[in-house]
C-alpha cells in the first residue's frame, strides 16, 4: 500500500526543494510539501504567480491519478488476502464454495441457452453449430459435477472440524446434491442430451435424404431417433418439475444456501424439436 503515493510525494517534494533553491525560497516548503502534499497549490501560487493556475492544474491531475493508483492497488490486495485470518480449512472451503458457485452460473446460462436453441431451425448450418453447442454444455455439466464432488468429499474428510465450527450450511448444500431427485434430473438431463445430439448429428449427416424424402430407410430411422428423442424430453422435463418443486421447498428451510444451487431461470420445459 501507498506505493505510487511515496514515490510520488517523494519527487514532488524534491521538486519543491530544487525550485526553492533556485529561486532563493524557504528550504522547509519542501518538508511541508513531503508532509502535506495538499499544500503544494499553496506554495506554487505564492512562488509562480503568472504560470500557477496551470502548474496546480498539473498538480490536481497528477495527484488524483495517484490516489486513483492507490485505490485501485488497496482493493485488488484487500480482495487477494480477504481471507488470510481465516484457519487454512475454512479458506478452502470458501474456494470450492466460489468454484461451485461459478460451474453453477455457467451451466444454469448453458441451459437457458440450450432452451432457446431446442427449436432448431431445419438447416445445415444451425444442426453444426447445436451440435457444437450440446458438447460445450457437456463440459460445463461436467466441471459443475467435478465442483460438486470437491466440495462434498471436502465436507466429508474436515467432518469434525465443520462440526466444531457449526457451519451447518455446508452440509445442506451435500444433502441437496446427494439427494435422489437432484441426481435423476442431472441423469435425466445427460439422456436428453444424448438423445438430441444423436437426432441431430443424424439429421445432419443424412440433410438432403430427410428433407427432400428421397429415402424411406432414412425417413423411418429419423422416425426412430425423434422417438427417442421426445421421449427423453418428455422424462427431462418430468424430473425437471420434481427438481424445482423440491428445491423451492429446501430454500424455504436453508435460504443461505441460494447461491449454491440451480438458478430460478432453469424452471422452462424445453421444446420440442420438429
Known sequence: MYYIYFSFILILSGLMFVACKRRNLPKWWAAIVFAAPVTTPYFILKSRKAKGLILCFIFGSCFALVVAGEIYIYSKMKEKYKYDYLPPVTRQLIRYSEILKLTTQNLDDDLVELEERSKVQSKADKLEQTIIFIGELRQAMHDNQAA?????EFVENHRD???????????????FYSNRIVIAHFKSLENYLDNFETLLRFCFQNFDLITKAESTIHLKNYDEYYLRYRRAVDSHNRFNVKRIQFQNDFLKKYPEIKAYLPAKRQTKAFRLWE
Not at 148 to 152: A, E, L, N, P, S
Open 148 to 152: 460438486i464432488k470437491q466440495m462434498v
Open 161 to 175: 472440524f465443520f462440526s466444531q465450527k457449526d457451519l451447518q450450511w455446508v452440509y445442506e448444500i451435500q444433502r
